[in-house]
């Protein structure tokens, strides 16, 4: 990441559940236009990284730093403030709102944002998702994958510096997978910095360009694709070798 | 055809206003009370159908509304309006606490907080005699008291009602609005966007109580007494059928559920002690056959009338694909 801004960082990250440690000691950082894919086993702690460097989690122990400063225990919606966006694992749509209201909420929380300017930029990327044709049904009317691509939609409107996606192809038609990576690929082209959760691990493969690897609640390996597939205490872990 | 909504609802007030002189003295009382309940009902839609808190607070709110009124009016000789104001800046105060106070609560467990809380104003109300002048009720000064009929009343209640239901229209129309339904659809995923939810709900806790002050302080002044009844939960839970009853996620079908059953209930007088039991049933109908409201099919297609299409259906194939901004 040399000469690239850090934009999210967490150092030392500590979360219990009971007397379940989630995230032991974990170091995680993400820089301006990476393309980060999160991978491990069911368990292994990967969505409570993405929560605690979300602020949807509070840390036991260690800190989180967007652009520098320190926002640990600070609320969710700062985090938005500062360009942080997520999608979550299980698709969290505002369900009775439109499809073009679930993309004006975050757009008109953005200092001086304007309500003729918000529609016509929603408008833009509802067309770029292919959500066009459906702004005016209820979100919970979309089929899985729309969702999904609803839900991406929603972070884009925040104009985020990085964007987390909690399993986003998890339940996605084939089809509309494609559409997903797609669009990705597109983003991440066009300046988008993403950290992108996965249990497909050929999707996840296909456009990550740095992969690091949870087990137990730590990280266990962080590089390119290539050498941390080879990784031996990655097959271990991941693959049950 | 996108103002034919809004041309119905004042093309019915005219005809109100109009036609209001005609009621009789029962007549006139029965539709005085129901504008009463009409600015409760909208107020706590606000509250619970569009933020999704369901508060059982709300009467007490009315209660506090009118006996600050009413106590202020009698005591420091204020004018009536400025005692009416002074009882929904109290309430706007103590529902903002509230609201802080339960910033994590939601479902039954903020119901059951409300609820306590409407039992202590309630009790301490009732038991502090020197005050309040307890189960005797407090005399409150008239808000027309040289009036010879109840028209003026009519006529106040009714721009009561016409304020509230602008401002609370202008509220959820704007970005506010927007901000509250995502609250209540999820509040994760609010925080997510951006949405302060911890301000959006002690505001909305705040601006609805207020709400149900102003109702409270035209209450004290138009009947001319307070007693601990106006907000026990007998009137909550009358409260919670007429919004229900009519559709609680939107304001003019909550403010429709109110006008209904009201004069529901004073039409099925004639029938005595079944009066309850006809009214039980009505409600478990609706329940069943109309989940969402009676009226709300009704003004929801009035709505799509008004709508414009301004854009046309097309196939997702034929929309451009180039990424934003780029």
Known sequence: MSGRAELVRGVGLVKWFGGIMANDAVDFSVAEGDLVGLIGPNGSGKTTLINLLTGHLEADGGEVRVLGQRVSGRPPHIYAAMGVARTFQLTQLFGRMTVLENMLVPGLTRPHSTWDEVVRRARRHLDFLSLGHVARLPAKNLSGGQQKLLELGRCLMLEPTVLFLDEPFAGVHPRLREELLDRIRELHRAGRTFVVVDHDMESILRISQRLVVMARGRKIADGAPDVVRADQTVLAAYAGL | ?????????????????????????????????????????????????????????????????????????????????????????????????????????????????????????????????????????????????????????????????????????????????????????????????????????????????????????????????????????????????????????????????????????????????????????????TMRLARNGLLTPLWLPLLRLGETRDQPLVAASTLPRKEPGT
Request: hydrophobic share 55%.
């Open chain 2, 1 to 285: 055809m996108r103002w034919l909504p809004v041309s119905l609802v004042l093309v019915a007030a005219a005809v109100v206003l109009g036609g209001a002189g005609r009621l009789n003295a029962y007549w006139m009382h029965v539709a005085i009370i129901a504008i009463y309940y009409a600015i409760l009902a909208s107020s706590w839609s606000l509250l619970a159908g569009y933020v999704g808190l369901f508060s059982l607070s709300h009467m007490a709110f009315a209660s506090i509304g009118g006996y600050t009124s009413g106590l202020l009016t009698q005591s420091q000789r204020i004018p009536i309006p400025l005692g009416m104001l002074a009882g929904v800046l109290m309430c706007c105060l103590l529902g903002a606490a509230i609201g802080w106070v339960c910033l994590r609560m939601s479902g039954p467990y903020l119901a059951i907080f409300t609820l306590g809380f409407s039992e202590i104003v309630r009790i301490t109300i009732a038991t502090e005699d020197d005050v309040t002048a307890g189960m005797a009720g407090l005399h409150t000064e008239r808000l027309f008291a040289t009036a010879t009929t109840r028209l003026p009343y009519f006529y106040a209640a009714f721009a009561l009602l016409a304020v509230s239901l602008l401002l609370m229209g202008l509220l959820v129309r704007s970005r506010w609005g927007l901000f509250l339904r995502a609250i209540r659809e999820d509040e994760q995923a609010a925080a997510a966007s951006g949405v302060t939810v911890a301000r959006c709900r002690i505001v909305a806790f705040a601006i609805a109580s207020g709400f149900a002050g102003l109702a409270g302080g035209f209450y004290a002044h138009y009947i001319g007494i307070m007693t601990p009844s106006v907000g026990d939960l007998d009137e909550m839970a009358k409260l919670v059928v007429m919004t229900v009853i009519g559709g609680m996620e939107r304001l003019p079908t909550a403010v429709g559920g109110a006008f209904v059953v009201q004069f529901l209930l004073e039409w099925l007088r004639e029938y005595g002690q079944w009066r309850l039991p006809v009214f039980g049933i009505v409600l478990l109908l």
